[in-house]
């Protein structure tokens, strides 16, 4: 049995999943708030696999595979000015928090946002921004537009109609989860605090881009493709060898 054989398709199947992640963040690089996901691979020990059938406890070949890990990368994009007074960007720690279709929390960093028809602030799919006590923003309908300040105050016409809500986990990258449209909590019972006023800053009229780094992606698909290359080749060399063992004994009288 050939292990390196093994190992390196193990290698090509993390590198399909290593290009993935990376088509993944170049293909989410223009959403607002939007964190990428690094990649990293570590070697598991795969077992012992013994070189003599007669000897299996010395002597012995151990086998190990590369396995891709992969987390988020919360940390902050660039600001966007916009100009365009329902947009808005988190400074510093926390999340924004949506109430979806079922009333589960969905916490985001893209905070661009319309109102609708019921006077409430949603976002583009129509989810709820929460205040800092978890319940929808109400506006005045028709009562005019809004101004939020650094706080996360909502006025209307001179008069304090709501509180965006700011959210802070303990540790992100153990509590939440990637779902389509930001992130959620790993368990029920984890739930975030309002986050404190010196941790955050909102601005309005800006938007938070991506963290992705579009050449920094590219330089990864370039590492990607070269080591399935080289993969590929070391592939193809222990295909020829075994080839050649097999013609060579099989010519044994």
Do not use: C, W
């Not at 309005?204 to 780094?213: C, F, H, K, R």
Request: hydrophobic share 35%; net charge negative; charged share 20%.
């Amino acid at each position: 049995m050939n292990l390196s054989l093994y190992e390196n398709a193990s290698a090509l199947r993390g590198l399909e999943q290593y290009q993935n992640v990376i088509a993944n963040n170049i293909a989410a690089s223009h959403v607002a708030g939007f964190k990428k996901v690094a990649v990293s691979f570590e070697a598991v020990e795969g077992g012992e696999i013994a070189r003599s059938t007669h000897d299996k406890l010395k002597n012995e070949m151990p086998g190990s595979f590369p396995v891709m890990k992969n987390q988020v990368d919360y940390h902050e994009g660039e600001l966007r000015e916009t100009n365009n007074p329902m947009d808005l960007a988190l400074r510093g720690d926390g999340f924004f928090a949506l109430l979806n279709e079922n009333g589960d929390s969905v916490y985001t960093r893209d905070g661009q946002f319309y109102v609708n028809a019921d006077g409430e602030m949603v976002n583009s799919m129509g989810h709820q921004f929460a205040d800092t006590g978890g319940a929808s923003i109400q506006t005045i309908p028709g009562g005019g537009d809004l101004t939020i300040d650094k706080e996360g105050q909502v006025f209307q016409n001179g008069q304090t109609v709501g509180q965006v809500g700011v959210f802070v986990f303990e540790n992100p990258l153990l509590d939440l989860q990637k779902v389509g449209g930001g992130f959620v909590a790993k368990e029920a019972e984890t739930q975030p605090q309002p986050a404190e006023q010196q941790q955050f800053t909102i601005m309005q009229g800006y938007l938070e881009n991506s963290n992705v780094s579009a050449i920094e992606e590219m330089i990864g698909l370039i590492e990607v493709s070269r080591a399935h290359e080289a993969n590929q080749k070391m592939i193809q060399t222990f295909d020829q060898n075994i080839g050649k063992a097999i013609g060579t004994l099989g010519q044994t009288q």
